[in-house]
Each structure stands twice: as structure tokens, then as C-alpha cells.
């Protein structure tokens, strides 16, 4: 992707969302229709002698003038000057002026919490905001997501009507963001990264851009008053711990695990920000799940090689996980790191203990992972079982060829 | 001779441009790994380690922290005694925490009337 692509994707958010701030979300599709066509334009016009000193006011005048232009047209005309008292004359002056740097930012955070909703179903919620404030085409969306561009504009519409039932008339325009919605504005952003991260995408280049947007948006809210909490840094240090490894994640052939990676590919610049962000995030006084993520991601970051984890602490940590956030999937990397630290044996113990969702039980990773500690604790037969029940389950090539591997070195390993 | 009080202020570079060696990783790693142990054990005290928000007052302007864009961050601090600054200076070059680099510690004397 290049950088004139994503200069243009990030001002598409920030006049988005200014202009949503201006002028009410019930006008959200008309709003960014008017910043296409503005940045089309600027596409168009601009050359390096041409660029206007200040692109961003440029950018915003001409879209709301396509925007107002559009309402005069428009038969509900009346009707909707009826119903907002924004467009009448002095207004409308007042709505010419060039946002400013702060309250573009602010507008884009007020955006992000208005579509954190609780009853936008968190897929929506994404898409939603991959595509009203990062800018992406829905075409784009799909292929980042892996998803079809139906089923993403199916989740992005859903989020959309709800927005709109919800905000019939400009109420947004002064509401302060809420306070108790930003833990789901953290756990959405968190989504966006880990889909980026975890992505099975053959460019990096497009798997990294969901993490960099992802880091974007939660630095401008670490700065922000709304959310410059402990938990946003820590989130911070984890996003940067893990894109410090994203590269070594894959080589020609595919996916690698943690252990085969080559850690002097591991960006060391990327780590140390991390650890600053880590310790930052320990000047408050309370802890969350990604203070505790961070904790374990650091652990990984500053070994010198897979043998040479402290796993003792990233066992410590699960179990101090287990207490604040509990989760299924946590559980399970308890188990691997249980297993490195005290043995296969241990690991499994330790999950035939655990009463596992459907949704995990029946997956391809609980399969893997059951497989893998049976192999190690010499339980050849349930191991082969599993291993097949796994390879069964995998919807992606990348991971079934990772598997295949991993199986098969234990089999040679019998002969 | 009764002792004098110091203060001695800690700050770092926040965004260190000289490569990060591994022992101050190592370093960092071990603060954080400490402060996490604390919540595991259930006791909670945050010693002398300085809240991520604050106030910068001047004359004309208050700003309103955490002041994380800032070249140098103000982590911690503690209070010590010593006879004279001499002798505080040398506890502090004891101590691990001037060891990385781009880290500095302020000693000021704290008056008492």
C-alpha cells in the first residue's frame, strides 16, 4: 500500500467523522458520498505545485459543499431543514469553517465511541469502523478480513441502520463519548489488530496495515482525555510486542510457530517502545487482561530462544489471567505454557480439568493442541486420533500445511 | 549532625534513539514483571511509582497530562537521607537504576525549616 493511499484513507475518516459530528449520523451515506468526491477531486486536481496550504479545510469545504449542495436538490429539502436547525443561514457559516487538528482527532474518537455500541454486533462494529473511520473499501474490508464483500456489506449495514434508528435527530453533536463504553472501544480495537496479526494473508504488507490502523487509533486515544488510561497503554505495549514478530510469523512457505521463528528478525525498536508502553502502563493502579497480555508477550520478546522462555512466569501470568479475564482460549495457551514448563503430562491434566465451550472443543486448535500433548506424553494412539479429528477441522491451507508438519515430525520421530 | 533529605527525580528518554541494549530490556522486562507480582500476591502498593496523569502549570497555560509524547517522562522518585549531597550522590551511582542509558536522576535537597 502507499503512503499517498493511506494519507487519503486516513483524511476520508477524519472528515467523515467531522462531518458526522457537524451535521447529525442520520446523513451518514450522503457524508461519504460528499468526502469521495472531494477526494477524488483532490486526486484529480492536485499536483505538488497545485496542493492547497491547508489540504485538510480544502478537503472539508468542497465535501460540504457536495453535501449541502445534495440537500438543496433534494425534495425533503424542507422537511429536513424542519428537522435540523443546524442548516439554517448563520449556521451554515459557521459549519464552513476548517475543523481544526484537535477536533478532527476529537470528532474521529467521538465516531469510534458512537459505533462501540454494546448492540452493534462486535463483527459490525468492526467492519463499521474499518470502513467509516480507517477508510477502507468494502472490497478491501472483505479481502483484509477474509470475508466475502456481501457478508461485509451485510455487517457494515447493520451497524449503519442501527446508528441511524438510533440517532434520528443530531443528538450525537454534543454528546460526550461514555466513559463506560471504552472497554469496548478497547476490545474493537484489539479485533482490528488481531486480525491483521493473525491473518493468514500471503502479504504482509496487508496483514500489517490492520495493526498499524489498530495502533493509530489507540495512541489518539491514549492521548485523548477519554482514554488515556493504564489499559489503553498496556494495550499499546501488547500491539507493539506483536508487531515487533508479525514479519518472522511467516517465511515463503507459510505460517511459522514461536519456536522455529528467527528472532533476529523480531523488530528490536518495536520491543523497546513496547516495554516503555509496558512500564507506562504500570504508573496506575489497576491491571487488565492486556497488562497481563503485554506481561506474556514481553516474556517471548526478550528471550534469547525458545528453550531460554522463562515459562514459569508466562504459567504465572496465565493463572493471574484466569483470575481477572477469564477465557477458554486462555486456558488452552495456559496448557502449552504448562506443558514447556512442567511437562506434557501436566498440560493435560490441567485441561481435562477444564469444561471447554462447544466452540472450542469441536475446533481445529483444540484437536491440535490435545494431538500435540498426547504425542509428547507418548499416548500414541489418542494422539493419532486427535491429529486426524484436527486436520479434519482446518479451513485455511496455511494452517493444515502447519499441522501436517508438526504431526508428521512426531511420527518419524517413532520410526 | 542530624541528616539532610533528597529527593531524587527520575527521568528517561521516552523515545531513545541510541539502540536499546539488552540488558536494559532485561531491566524493563524485570520492573514490570514486578509490579505484576504485586497483584498476584494481592498486596497492593504502588510504592513511590508516579501516576500516568498530571498537570503542567505555566504562567500562561495549563496542559493537561499523561505526557507521553514528551521527550523525557518523569517514572519515579524517591526520598533518601544522606549527610550531604556528596554522599547522596554516591548512593545514587549505587543504585541500579542510573545503569541504562538514557535515564538521568535529579538530586535535589529538600528544605525543612
Known sequence: MNSIESLYRHEYGHLVAILTQRVGVQHLVLIQDSVQQAIEKAILKWTPNTTPSNPTGWLYLTAFRFFLSEQRTSKQKNHLLAQNPI???????????????????????????????????????????????????????????????????????????????????????????????????????????????????????????????????????????????????????????????????????????????????????????????????????????????????????????????????????????????????????????????????????????????????????????MSDLQYRNVQISEARENAAKALERTNSVHIEKLLHLRFERYEQALR | MSDNKYICILRSNSGACEKPSAADMESMYASYQNWQQKFADNILDMGGALGSEGTIVRSDSVKDGPFVELKEVIGGYMLLTATSLEQAKAVIKASPMVASAGTSIEIRQINTP
Open chain 1, 87 to 369: 442548516f439554517t443561514d448563520n449556521q451554515i457559516e459557521k459549519l464552513e469553517e476548517p475543523p481544526l487538528k484537535k477536533e478532527l482527532s476529537d470528532s474521529l474518537l467521538r465516531m469510534l465511541f458512537l459505533s462501540c455500541d454494546d448492540k452493534i454486533p462486535a463483527e459490525s462494529q468492526l467492519v463499521f469502523t474499518l470502513k467509516s473511520l480507517c477508510g477502507f473499501s468494502i472490497s478491501a474490508i472483505a479481502t483484509r478480513l477474509l470475508i466475502s464483500e456481501e457478508n461485509a456489506y451485510k455487517r457494515y449495514g447493520r451497524a449503519k441502520l442501527f446508528l441511524k434508528q438510533q440517532h434520528t435527530s443530531a443528538s450525537i453533536l454534543h454528546n460526550e463519548p461514555q466513559p463506560s463504553r471504552l472497554a469496548s472501544v478497547l476490545r474493537v480495537l484489539y479485533v482490528l489488530f488481531t486480525e491483521g496479526y493473525l491473518s493468514s494473508h500471503p502479504e504482509t504488507a496487508i496483514r500489517k496495515d490492520l495493526c498499524f490502523e489498530a495502533i493509530r487509533l489507540a495512541l489518539l486515544l491514549s492521548k485523548s482525555e477519554w482514554g488515556n488510561t493504564p489499559e489503553c497503554t498496556a494495550l499499546i505495549a501488547l500491539m507493539y510486542f506483536n508487531i515487533a514478530r508479525i514479519q518472522a510469523r511467516h517465511d515463503t512457505l507459510g505460517l511459522v510457530l514461536l519456536a522455529d521463528q528467527d528472532r533476529s528478525t523480531w523488530d528490536q525498536s518495536s520491543i523497546y517502545k513496547a516495554l516503555e508502553y509496558l512500564n507506562l502502563s504500570t504508573k496506575g493502579n489497576s491491571i487488565s487482561r492486556y497488562h497481563v497480555e503485554a506481561g506474556i508477550a514481553a516474556t517471548h520478546c526478550i528471550s534469547p530462544s525458545f528453550a531460554a522462555t522463562k515459562w514459569e512466569n508466562i504459567v504465572k501470568a496465565y493463572e493471574l489471567l484466569a483470575q481477572i479475564a477469564p477465557s477458554p482460549l486462555h486456558t488452552l495457551n495456559h496448557a502449552i505454557a504448562t506443558a514447556e514448563y512442567r511437562g506434557a503430562g501436566a498440560a493435560l491434566i490441567l485441561l481435562k480439568a477444564t469444561n471447554p465451550p462447544h466452540w472450542l472443543s469441536c475446533s481445529y486448535h483444540w484437536y491440535a493442541v
